[in-house]
């Protein structure tokens, strides 16, 4: 029986967000807060092959980022409020914001590379275009 039959394809949408295993959709995907485990404990996919990198945190920090500051010139703009306001109510939605979407952000971006293969560009022929 062949991984595929076995394991039919999984939306990187579903297993992703919701941190589970991108090949069986049930195994946990952390083993900590945003430490990968080294395996799936269901169906044991080796997890070493996701490296996320950055992205999670730029996508997070991006997104949340947008949408917070937004409030934030909507609520400075509409009721001139003092800079303590803004520091006991915009930082904490910051915070608290991005700490919130990383590990979702960072379960689709796994599930992704897994279900779209991806893997280390290479070359596979020197000189095939030609002398140059």
Same mark, same amino acid.
């Given at each position: 029986?062949?991984?595929?039959?076995?394991?039919?394809?999984?939306?990187?949408?579903?297993?992703?967000?919701?941190?589970?295993?991108?090949?069986?959709?049930?195994?946990?995907?952390?083993?900590?807060?945003?430490?990968?485990? #080294?395996?799936?404990?269901?169906?044991?996919?080796?997890?070493?092959?996701?490296? #996320?990198?950055?992205?999670?945190?730029?996508?997070?920090?991006?997104?949340?980022?947008?949408?917070?500051?937004?409030?934030?010139?909507?609520?400075?703009?509409?009721?001139?409020? #003092?800079?303590?306001?803004?520091?006991?109510?915009?930082?904490?939605?910051?915070?608290?914001?991005?700490?919130?979407?990383?590990?979702?952000?960072?379960?689709?971006?796994?599930?992704?590379?897994?279900?779209?293969?991806?893997?280390?560009?290479?070359?596979?022929?020197?000189?095939?275009?030609?002398?140059?």
């Amino acid at each position: 029986m062949t991984e595929s039959a076995a394991y039919p394809p999984l939306s990187p949408w579903k297993t992703g967000p919701a941190c589970r295993c991108p090949r069986c959709g049930k195994g946990k995907l952390y083993k900590g807060f945003l430490t990968l485990a #080294p395996s799936c404990n269901v169906c044991g996919l080796d997890l070493s092959f996701a490296d #996320p990198a950055d992205g999670p945190a730029f996508f997070s920090m991006t997104g949340v980022g947008l949408l917070i500051m937004a409030l934030f010139a909507w609520i400075e703009v509409a009721y001139h409020p #003092p800079i303590a306001f803004h520091l006991a109510f915009t930082l904490p939605l910051l915070v608290i914001g991005c700490l919130a979407t990383l590990r979702p952000i960072k379960g689709w971006l796994v599930a992704s590379q897994y279900y779209y293969k991806a893997e280390e560009g290479k070359f596979e022929h020197y000189g095939k275009h030609g002398p140059f």
